[in-house]
């Protein structure tokens, strides 16, 4: 391939893998859905644009190791032991134990009897099948919004799930990799392969910890320094024992998880910015390299294998929570998430490619039987539990338009409205009876710890169109929303102007919030009885109103979004809009 051929590939790969996550954004769906359809429409069974095996050569397969290791260690960073919440624990580990067994087991069997696959290659599909994944996961339970209890299930299974299921499969192919059967002198490879690796990885997170916790070394290059220390932790226990670098990462990962002695925050640009790029190259590099005619190659038995995995072994593995305090309802509406996802997609041809080069027979199915349960499964998912979510009345709280971080009077009235009008406010504040006072008001609050760098920790914050601060406390709020507007977009963030004789401590610590009488009388006005009401475009605010919100809303939003007043006079055209407006107890004629 030519240099100039070889610079628009590598072009083509990165703008069309930031395009997919894009899309996957704007259409509010699994990101790995876009990824591969583009991949594979790029690649060279459909258009030809790109051909991986060109631009990478024999560079490929070692590149989606050590990409895979990568999202392998991104994923051991995200189980915290400390946060699985106690009341869902019992489930959880019910489907990561009983319930892995019955998907692995059952997994290989439909691999063996429906895909006609050797034993051994149905041992391996059925270990890659085990995972779920919170990349797929997440954003199906932001779509059904299921109760409380079933998110978190799901949510911590789709967590747990993913290392489980990559150190069963590295296992599994580690013994393959020996030379292609399951024996005696395979298991003894394996459980040295896992062994180094959790060897290593462990020393790595030793050495990775003094650099995390010295002042001399920025940010930016703490994750730099993160990124060498993985990419060290995989290649030496891969030169120590073959296959093994992959648990190394893994066990790195969960490793600096559930350590106390360093901040590991540090690192939170690695998984935000750099893993996402890196995820979507390699999907894109990997759907390209699949030959669309092995998929159809499968033809109804791969769909039978589908529909096996989908609608028998998913609702197997849910069954084994029987005698655990879930009803039938919600064990019905867990059996409809049977998605695979990002960790599937990316072992599949790891191990797929490195059988094949060892003339392991049945081998070359491995990818294409994986993916087309991924596309089958993401598919079912995605349709069946909204239906049965509907059916079921199971349908849960809507996502947040707008957050607030206090428990202000004002914010109570105003989110008592702006609830009224079809628009969900959600609270947070650490004062147990100020929280009691916002529920009685029929209003979502927490009073968790918060994690300004990780707000989507506190709720799922997908569509929440703004954030609003007002504790009553003029540094707390200059110090959230300076911290918030890090991690969310700075117009998202607004808080309360200080006060008069506040020193301001921070910069550009959010938006301020204008009404045009001051923050402090509209507090006043609300204690004195007023209240908040909404004015539909067509009508005009009473004089000596207050208008403090606006409320938008058009046919391809799936809720409406909130903007302060003072940042949102007019709207763009095509938008439906209301206003809410604090409003004197005996308006003055309106003119």
């Known amino acids: 391939m030519s240099p100039e051929a070889l610079l628009v590939g590598l072009s083509l790969v990165i703008i069309l893998s930031v395009f997919a996550r894009l899309l996957g954004d704007w259409a509010k769906i699994p990101v790995i859905v876009p990824l591969l359809a583009i991949g594979v429409i790029a690649g060279e069974s459909v258009s030809g644009i790109i051909d991986p095996d060109k631009l990478l050569g024999d560079a490929l397969s070692p590149f989606v190791q050590i990409v895979v290791a990568l999202i392998l260690f991104q994923g051991g960073l995200g189980l915290k032991f400390s946060e699985f919440p106690r009341e869902v624990r019992p489930a959880v580990l019910r489907l990561i134990t009983l319930g892995v067994l019955v998907t692995w087991s059952l997994g290989a069997v439909g691999a063996a009897v429906i895909l006609g696959l050797s034993t051994p290659i149905a041992i391996l599909v059925g270990a890659i099948l085990i995972v ?59 459980v040295l392969s896992i062994v180094v690796g959790v060897l290593s990885g462990i020393l790595f997170s030793g050495l990775l910890m003094p650099l995390l916790a010295t002042h001399k070394v920025s940010g930016r290059d703490k994750v730099a320094i993160t990124l060498m220390m993985v990419v060290a932790a995989f290649i030496a226990a891969e030169v120590i024992f073959k296959d093994a670098g992959l648990a190394a990462a893994l066990v790195m990962g969960v490793a600096l998880a559930n350590q106390k002695k360093v901040n590991v925050t540090y690192i939170d640009e690695f998984k935000e910015t750099l893993i996402p790029i890196l995820l979507g190259i390699l999907f894109v590099l990997l759907a390209a390299n699949i030959e669309i005619g092995d998929v159809f190659g499968l033809g109804l038995s791969g769909l039978a294998f589908v529909a096996f995995l989908a609608f028998l072994v998913r609702p197997l593995a849910v ?40 003339g392991v027979e049945g081998a070359d199915k491995i990818v294409p039987a994986v993916f087309l349960v991924i596309a089958g499964t993401v598919l079912i998912s995605s349709i069946l539990s909204s239906f049965v979510a509907k059916r079921l009345g199971m349908i849960g709280e809507s996502e947040p338009s ?86 969310l977009e700075p117009d998202q963030v607004y808080r309360v102007p200080d006060a008069d004789d506040s020193l301001a401590i921070v910069e550009n610590a959010g938006r301020l919030i204008e009404t045009g009488v001051g923050m402090a009388e509209v507090e006043s006005r609300v204690a004195a009885g007023q209240k908040f009401s909404l004015f539909d475009s067509d009508e005009e605010v009473p004089t000596g109103a207050v208008p403090m919100m606006v409320i938008e809303t058009t046919r391809t939003l799936d809720k409406p979004e909130v903007f302060f007043y003072c940042d949102r006079e007019k709207s763009p055209p095509r938008r439906a809009r209301q206003v809410v407006a604090l409003v004197p107890t005996s308006p003055e004629p309106r003119t």
């Open 132 to 190: 779920s994944g919170p990349t797929v996961v997440l954003p199906l339970l932001a779509f059904v919004r299921p109760p409380d209890r079933v998110r978190a299930i799901l949510k911590w299974e789709g967590v747990i799930m993913d290392p489980i299921g990559a150190l069963v499969a590295v296992a599994v192919f580690a013994s393959l990799s020996t030379g292609g059967e399951l024996n005696a002198s395979s298991l003894e490879q394996f």
């Open 319 to 358: 069954l084994t929570t029987i005698g655990l305090p879930i009803t039938w309802k919600e064990r019905a509406l867990m059996m409809t998430m049977s998605a695979r996802g990002i960790v599937a997609a990316a072992t599949a041809p790891v191990f797929g490619l490195a059988l094949v080069g060892q």
């Open 402 to 487: 707008m957050m607030v971080i206090g428990s202000r009077d004002w914010t109570i009235s105003l989110g008592q409205t702006l609830q009224e009008a079809g628009t969900p406010v959600k609270f947070w504040t650490p004062d147990a009876d100020r929280a009691d006072e916002i529920r009685r008001s029929g209003l979502g609050v927490s009073s968790d710890p918060i994690d300004p760098q990780d707000p989507n920790g506190l709720f799922d914050l997908t569509g929440v169109s703004l954030f609003t601060i007002d504790t009553g406390n003029d540094v707390l709020n200059q110090l959230f929303a300076a911290n918030l507007s890090v991690a």
